[in-house]
């Protein structure tokens, strides 16, 4: 069983814009007395959105947590995308949570098809199989009739039988840029706090 105050996080990082909100989750989960373990997988559109939105360039995946948070990251483990046998792929292996941030309207078609062809889609069908908590937070999510009907395959889950826990769609940032983004960053947006980030996941502080 899992103990409630050692929770597992996985965090998905795809290519849409705002690659800021990612890094702003993933300060607040290395710092988050709660949270023992986070995943971290990036795909290769999501390496080359850190590379250009926040010059955060590397080819040592392992050092990339600690580039993205500005310290030694302690938690943080990278898995390839296209490792779709690691541990994070089975519905055994206690995960408490799953966050892509931000997520690409390609990558929640991939998880709203159930085709499980890399592990973000993996892991995220994996979440629903076993009604974890999931929360995708698109860029452009509605904005296409055949993007709105992804979305609501995937809220409708909420109403499955196995998935009690939230499986929620955001949006945060009109223009890519995070709206409760870390303002020490120095771009563009809204000037609120980095806690204000947690409104938009589902292990928000209040509720981890």
């Given at each position: 069983m899992?103990?409630?105050?050692?929770?597992?996080?996985?965090?998905?990082?795809?290519?849409?814009?705002?690659?800021?909100l990612a890094q702003a989750a993933l300060r607040l989960l290395e710092a988050d007395a709660r949270v023992a373990k986070i995943h971290l997988i990036v795909t290769d559109t999501g390496a080359r959105l850190l590379a250009h939105e926040l010059s955060i360039v590397t080819s040592d995946a392992k050092q990339l947590p600690s580039l993205l948070i500005g310290a030694r990251a302690e938690k943080t483990e990278v898995l390839p995308?296209?490792?779709v046998g690691a541990s994070i792929a089975s519905g055994s292996y206690?995960?408490?949570?799953?966050?892509v941030i931000p997520c690409s309207m390609g990558t929640l078609a991939t998880i709203?098809?159930?085709t499980s062809d890399d592990l973000i889609a993996r892991a995220a069908d994996v979440c629903l199989k076993e009604g974890r908590s999931g929360e995708y937070v698109a860029r452009a999510a509605g904005r296409r009739r055949h993007h709105a009907g992804d979305c609501?395959?995937?809220?409708s889950a909420k109403n499955d039988r196995r998935s009690r826990r939230a499986v929620r769609l955001s949006r945060p940032g009109a223009d890519g840029i995070a709206a409760g983004a870390d303002v020490s960053l120095g771009r563009a947006g809204k000037k609120q706090s980095p806690r204000s980030l947690?409104?938009?996941?589902?292990f928000e502080r209040k509720k981890l």
């Open positions: 899992i103990q409630p105050d050692h929770k597992t996080i996985v965090v998905g990082v795809t290519g849409a814009s705002g690659a800021v995308n296209k490792d206690p995960v408490d949570a799953m966050v709203a098809a159930g609501v395959v995937l809220s947690g409104a938009y996941l589902q």
